[in-house]
């Protein structure tokens, strides 16, 4: 087997986001752009023992895989762990990788991103803690880009993708996994299946919406088969290249299918829904949506009712804009509360040095110590689990929560595509008067402090400057601004709205009108309207 040294010259975009690296596939097809990528990693990271490789599955999945586990065996990797057809989720990419005591492990996705020939990929690299790599490797990587003059590759045939069992290419192994059966066993160590599956013969009824992304054969082997759930309890299960042409988004927005069958009469007792890579969830219970970040709090509230979780939790962590309820459960437990910047490589650390046990975002991302990603079905599972022991609905479970700890109601506003330069110009002019704000009344509200966010990791002490600038008021609201890092096409402004109910007050405002105060305040600091000539968001979430 000869192994072949191939001269190659560096792009200059290969800085990854908050999630890896995600282009545009056509960005992707461009001469050695994904083995650039895929050498930069084996370039800064020790080890060669077992590396696990998975995708969910979209456009391009296939072609990146052949090429990576031929540059695997030129690098010298013992092994090569794969998911069958490529497949693996997220979060089983990231057990797997746990499980085996890999090196690390290839994902490749864009999540929730659409998928085809003209829509999006990605590439993320995951060490031997299952997590995305942490900053400081994600710098290496980007600089070895930058001056990258050569990858290496082994010509060998196609390798089978779809036949479980092992081959070889030269000396490594290639070993071909079933993608579900090792993740939806350890659903079932952390779980009670038992009161689900009696929850479900007993005729609580729900649906999930796989959007044609990879949770559909997950969903169906845990809801379906291991837990009983009807035929047809998983929707759009099969996944797809290009997602059906949708945005595999569980959003109200993308999955408002599944939003408009729970608020109709013949509602199931139960919703979710998960994203591209099987990382996110939208919880929805009949006839009542659940905030993720409301999400986040109950199931820190509650997780001692499964298993896995009942010798109560470490603490909790939740990325800087996600709401402010889970600091309330948090509090209530006697637990820390860590706030760290978005990106759930941030919440690693926190979770290897069982300072944390439940994470969350308000992106729909939740997860525990479990793996080292966030989680969709698990999400999902640990939901059924608390509604299995406490005999309730989704509605009853949400109003007692925010009977006890008050509501924080909470939206995201996304400006998306919009020129780099117009969103410059918004975050930009906000960040040179944020010293001004503190004791300024804007919109009949006044601000308390405004800084730009930065965090230091108590257990490395690495410190990420400019997460998003923030403006917290006198009673408790906030606003967050901040630009997307996982977009392809120009920039996306997020502008997070948060306004603190104490309980006893007004609980059961709609969002809209509970915001609205907060939504006039953002424009009125931050110009979103004059900078872009956007009258309004793309999407709320
Ligand atoms: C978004 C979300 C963030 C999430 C990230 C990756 O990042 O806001 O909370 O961790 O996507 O999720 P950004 O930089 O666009 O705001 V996923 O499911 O796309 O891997
Ligand atoms: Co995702």
Request: hydrophobic share 40%; proline share 4%.
């Amino acid at each position: 087997m000869t192994i072949r040294d191939v001269a190659t010259r560096p792009y200059a975009d290969q800085k990854p986001g908050t999630s890896g690296l995600r282009k545009k596939v056509r960005v992707f097809q461009q001469e050695n752009y994904a083995a650039n990528f895929i050498q930069s990693v084996f370039d800064v990271i020790d080890g060669r023992d077992i590396l696990v490789i998975g995708g969910d599955g979209r456009y391009f999945n296939r072609e990146v895989i052949q090429i990576a586990i031929r540059m695997a065996a030129a690098n010298g990797f013992a092994r090569v762990v794969v998911g069958r057809g490529g497949i693996l989720s997220t979060p089983a990419a990231s057990h797997v990788i746990r499980l085996r005591k890999a090196t690390g492990g290839l994902i490749l996705s864009a999540s929730h991103n659409p998928g085809g020939p003209d829509e999006d990929f990605g590439i993320k690299y995951n060490g031997t803690n299952g997590g995305p790599a942490t900053e400081k490797v994600t710098d290496a990587i980007y600089a070895r880009t930058k001056e990258i003059d050569r990858y290496r590759v082994v010509d060998a045939d196609e390798i089978d993708l779809d036949t479980i069992g092992e081959t070889h290419v030269g000396d490594m192994a290639v070993e071909v996994i079933d993608s579900v059966a090792d993740y939806a066993d350890l659903m079932e160590s952390l779980f009670d299946f038992a009161a689900i599956r009696a929850m479900i013969a007993g005729g609580f009824t729900l649906s999930f919406d796989a959007m044609h992304a990879v949770t559909g054969p997950y969903a169906t082997e845990i809801l379906e088969r291991r837990l009983g759930a009807a035929a047809g309890t998983v929707q759009n299960g099969v996944p797809l290249r290009d997602f059906g042409g949708h945005h595999p988004d569980p959003n109200l927005v993308h999955a408002h299918e599944l939003y408009e069958r729970m608020m109709g009469e013949a509602a199931p007792d139960f919703g979710a829904a998960s994203d591209g890579d099987g990382d996110r969830n939208l919880i929805i219970g009949r006839g009542i949506f659940v905030s993720p970040s409301d999400s986040l709090a109950v199931l820190a509230a509650n997780a001692h009712l499964a298993p896995a979780y009942s010798a109560g939790l470490a603490g909790i962590a939740r990325s800087m804009p996600t709401s402010q309820a889970a600091d309330r459960v948090a509090e209530a437990l006697g637990i820390g509360l860590f706030e760290t910047p978005t990106g759930w490589k941030f919440f690693g650390n926190l979770l290897d040095a069982g300072l944390v046990t439940i994470c969350g975002e308000e992106s729909a991302g939740t997860g525990s110590n479990h793996v080292r990603e966030k989680d969709g079905v698990w999400a999902v599972l640990l939901w059924l689990n608390i509604l299995a022991s406490r005999k309730q609905s989704v509605a009853e479970i949400l109003t007692e929560h925010w009977a006890r700890f008050g509501r924080n109601y909470y939206a995201r506003h996304d400006y998306e595509a919009l020129p780099v330069d117009k969103a410059d110009a918004v975050v930009g002019g906000l960040r040179d008067k944020l010293d001004r704000l503190a004791g300024i009344e804007v919109n009949g509200l006044r601000i308390a402090s405004a800084d730009d966010f930065s965090y230091l990791d108590q257990t490395d002490q690495s410190l990420s400057r400019h997460q998003g600038l923030r403006v917290l008021f006198d009673d408790g609201s906030r606003i967050v601004f901040r630009l997307s890092g996982t977009g392809t096409e120009g920039a996306t402004l997020r502008v997070y709205l948060e306004r603190y109910e104490p309980a006893g007050g007004d609980l059961g405002l709609a969002v809209g009108d509970a915001l609205k105060p907060l939504i006039d305040a953002a424009e009125a600091l931050a110009g979103i309207k004059v900078h872009t000539g956007r009258e309004r968001p793309d999407v709320i979430t």
